[in-house]
């Protein structure tokens, strides 16, 4: 049998195609909007204490992991903590590994945040 052609090496080595980024404003990415708890608890905060614009972004990113694991939550309360895999076992529903980072990440920025302020 003849053997296959195989593709030049020029094209493996070509550069990475660019990405589309998601929806940018001219002042950067778009941020995640904050509803309910976590807008009062950031106008609260930013309200409570003067802050400079570092420690300002760093609440804001922690409101933001908030409302992610917010919105993580109600995908798990509707969808499952778990589910079975085509081969019939228990497997954890990606969705409440994210749910757990992403507190994680709130915790861990808010007490960044807190730190600054005690000395």
Do not use: W
């Not at 109600?74 to 529903?93: H, I, L, P, Y």
């Amino acid at each position: 049998m003849p053997r296959k052609p195989r593709a030049s090496r020029a094209e493996h080595t070509l550069p990475p195609k660019a990405m589309p980024l998601p929806s940018v404003t001219p002042d950067g990415p778009a941020c995640i909007v904050l509803t309910g708890d976590r807008q009062r608890l950031f106008d609260d905060i930013r309200n409570r204490y003067s802050l400079d614009a570092a420690n300002e972004a760093l609440l804001r990113s922690a409101c933001e992991a908030m409302e992610r694991a917010a919105q993580l939550t109600e995908q798990v309360n509707r969808d499952g903590a778990t589910f079975k895999d085509r081969f019939g076992a228990v497997r954890v529903n990606p969705a409440a590994q994210l749910e757990r980072d992403f507190r994680g990440l709130a915790s861990r920025t808010l007490q960044q945040l807190a730190t600054r302020f005690e000395g």
